[in-house]
């Protein structure tokens, strides 16, 4: 199940990489990559694993979220009508 956590992190901000290029996007797709390096190649999974449905969810929705708000904070900070400072409550 995580390996399918991290492709799909690494296939959304692949995407969100081609729209907006950032450093945090890049060093965010080599750490996915990596990630999905070590679950296919290093980690051993035992057969009898099971996930719960709960965290299979709350897996998808965090790396769904992850590249998008970086997107998202990095706009928000590039738009020159912003002050940064006025953000920080």
């Known amino acids: 199940v995580w390996i399918t956590y991290y492709a ?6 692949t995407y969100c990489l081609y729209i907006w ?3 945090t996007l890049m060093c965010l797709e080599v750490h996915l990559l ?11 999974f035992s057969p009898e ?3 719960h449905p709960f965290t299979i969810l709350v897996g998808f929705f ?8 970086f997107v998202g ?14 953000l920080s409550a």
């Open 8 to 13: 799909w992190g690494f296939i959304l901000n």
């Open 21 to 23: 290029r950032s450093t």
């Open 34 to 44: 990596r990630r999905l390096h070590e679950s296919l190649f290093v980690t051993k």
């Open 49 to 51: 694993r099971k996930e």
């Open 62 to 69: 965090f790396y769904t979220l992850l590249s998008v708000s």
């Open 73 to 86: 904070e990095e706009r928000l900070m590039g738009d020159p009508g912003i002050d940064p400072t006025s």
